[in-house]
C-alpha cells in the first residue's frame, strides 16, 4: 500500500515485536508500471498509423475514344513545374511551344522557393477559378520531389492539377539548363 | 502509565482498485493492437501534411524500393489468408493450407507468383538472405496488375495504396502508373508520412 512509513517508536522499552505481515502487497511500483505500459501502447498505436494522399490518375482512353480537345488554357492561369536531378526544380510561364532555357526560373523545394512562385503567380491569375499547375517530373528526380510538389499543391490550394511528361521542347530547355545533354530514348 | 496512544498511519490509499483499471486498459491495448508483420524491404515513405489515415481493412500495398522493384502486400493481416486461397486458385500456385497461413506472416511480397510457395518456404533467415527480384511489371510482363486485380475481385471496393521510398527514380512511378491506367485502375492513396 502506498503508504508513508512512520517509525514505530515502540514505546521504547519492551521486546520489539516483529511486525506480522499484513498480507497487502506493496502495489505502487506494479501500477507505476501498468500505467507506463499503457501510455506506450496508447501512443505506439496511434501514431505509428502512416498517412495518405489522394492520387488519381486519369483515365486511358483508346485512341480511338480521344478527342482533341481545344482547351483554353490561357498561359497567365498556369505554372508549369519541372522536377530535375539533385532536387532541384524548376517553373516557367510560357506557352510550351516557346520555351527555352532562359525561361525556366530555377528554385528549391522551401517554402520560400517553390510555393512563393506558385502563390505569385496565383495571385496574379486573370481566372483564378481555372488555376492550373502542371507537374512535369524529370527521369532524374525522385518520387520525393513529387510527393513534394503535390505536397505544395495541397497548401496553396491549387486543385487543378496535372502530372504530365516532359515534351521535347522543354527536354530540350531543361538539359540544355542542367548544361547536359538530352538523354536518348 | 501514559494512555494508550492511538496507532498512527501514514496517508495511504487502496491501490487495488487502480490497479485492476490499469491493468484492464494495458489488456486492452495489447489485445487491439495489430503487430507490425516483419518487414521485407525498408522503405523511407516521403513527408506530407495530409492527414488522411491510411485505410486499415480493404487495401492492397504496392510498394517501390530505391532500386525501383516493386512489391505486394496486404494492409489487413486477416485478409491476407483469404487472399492467398483465391490467389492460389486462380493461378494454380498448389499452395497447402500451411504455406497459406506462411503468406499472412508476410506484410510484403518481392518476388513472382512463380516463385511464391518456394519463397513461403524459407526459414526467416534464409529470407533474410533471398535475392528478391520484385514483382515484374512492365509492357511484356505486368503480373503486378493481376496480383492488385485479384484482390480487387476477392474484397470490392478496395483501395490500392502506394507507397514509394522516397529516393525511388521517378520513371518506376511513372511506370507502375502508366500500367496501372491501362488497366483501368485510376485511384491510388500514397502513403506518406507526417509532416514535422
Known sequence: ?185 | MAAVKPKRHGPSMDMTAMCDVAFLLLTFFIMASSFKSEETVTIDTPSSISLDLIPETDASMVSIDKDGKYYFGIVDPSQRDDFAKILSDKYNLGLSNKEIVGFSTLSEVGVPMKQLKAYINLTEEQRMSYDLTGIPLDSTDNELVDWVKTFGESFSGSKITVRGDGGTPYPSLRNLFKEFSAADLNKFQLITKTEK
Open chain 1, 1 to 185: 500500500m502506498a503508504e508513508v512509513q512512520v517509525k514505530d517508536s515502540g514505546g521504547g522499552k519492551g521486546k520489539s515485536k516483529v511486525k506480522k505481515g499484513a498480507g497487502k502487497p506493496d502495489m505502487t511500483p506494479m501500477v507505476d508500471l501498468g500505467f507506463l505500459l499503457i501510455t506506450f501502447f496508447i501512443y505506439t498505436t496511434t501514431f505509428s498509423k502512416p498517412n495518405t494522399m489522394v492520387y488519381n490518375t486519369p483515365k486511358e482512353l483508346p485512341p480511338e475514344d480521344r478527342v482533341e480537345q481545344e482547351l483554353d488554357i490561357k498561359v497567365s492561369n498556369t505554372i508549369t513545374i519541372i522536377l530535375g536531378e539533385d532536387n532541384r526544380v524548376f517553373w516557367y510561364q510560357k506557352p510550351l511551344k516557346e520555351v527555352t532555357a532562359d525561361d525556366l526560373v530555377e528554385t528549391d523545394y522551401s517554402k520560400e522557393g517553390i510555393r512563393t512562385a506558385i502563390l505569385s503567380k496565383k495571385s496574379k491569375a486573370l481566372s483564378p477559378e481555372n488555376w492550373t499547375v502542371i507537374i512535369k517530373p524529370s527521369d532524374e528526380s525522385t518520387w520525393k520531389n513529387s510527393v513534394d510538389i503535390l505536397d505544395e499543391m495541397a497548401i496553396t490550394e491549387s486543385n487543378k492539377k496535372a502530372v504530365v511528361e516532359l515534351q521535347q521542347v522543354e527536354k530540350e530547355a531543361y538539359y540544355t539548363k542542367i548544361g547536359k545533354p538530352i538523354p536518348a530514348e
